[in-house]
């Protein structure tokens, strides 16, 4: 079993800049491939962003390439989503999760296999 907890969430103002944090306990994080998703009021889950396990490969969705980062510090169990230049359209709750059998970098929610709680990201025009 794993546990995941994010932090860092809060309401900016757009064009400010956040870093969301993923903690996993429970089994060896580096074995795993590391996604975050996001969910707006009224609409499904969208990916966001992934990093395979070994942390040489990255992928965005288009809409935040250029604006968001994602990162993984292995020995602290935990990986990052650095956001910049928030748009309003960012609002929503972002979630990470792990994937144990994905090698690259996955894209679809049915390919994770555990999910934080997420936590809430608002931006205001």
């Known amino acids: 079993q794993v546990q995941l907890v994010e932090s860092g969430g809060g309401s900016v103002q757009a064009g400010d800049s956040l870093r969301l944090s993923c903690a996993a306990s429970g089994r060896t994080f580096r074995n795993y491939a590391v996604g975050w998703f996001r969910q707006a009021p009224g609409k499904e889950r969208e990916f966001v962003c992934s990093?395979?396990?070994?942390?040489?490969?990255?992928y965005y969705a288009d809409s935040v390439k250029g604006r968001f980062s994602i990162a993984r510090d292995d020995p602290k169990n935990t990986a990052y989503l650095q956001m910049n230049s928030l748009k309003p359209e960012d609002t929503a709750v972002y979630y990470c999760a792990i994937s144990c059998g994905a090698w690259g970098t996955p894209t679809k929610s049915y390919q994770y296999n555990y999910w934080g709680q997420g936590t809430q990201v608002s931006v205001s025009s």
């Open positions: 990093i395979k396990r070994n942390g040489d490969s990255e």
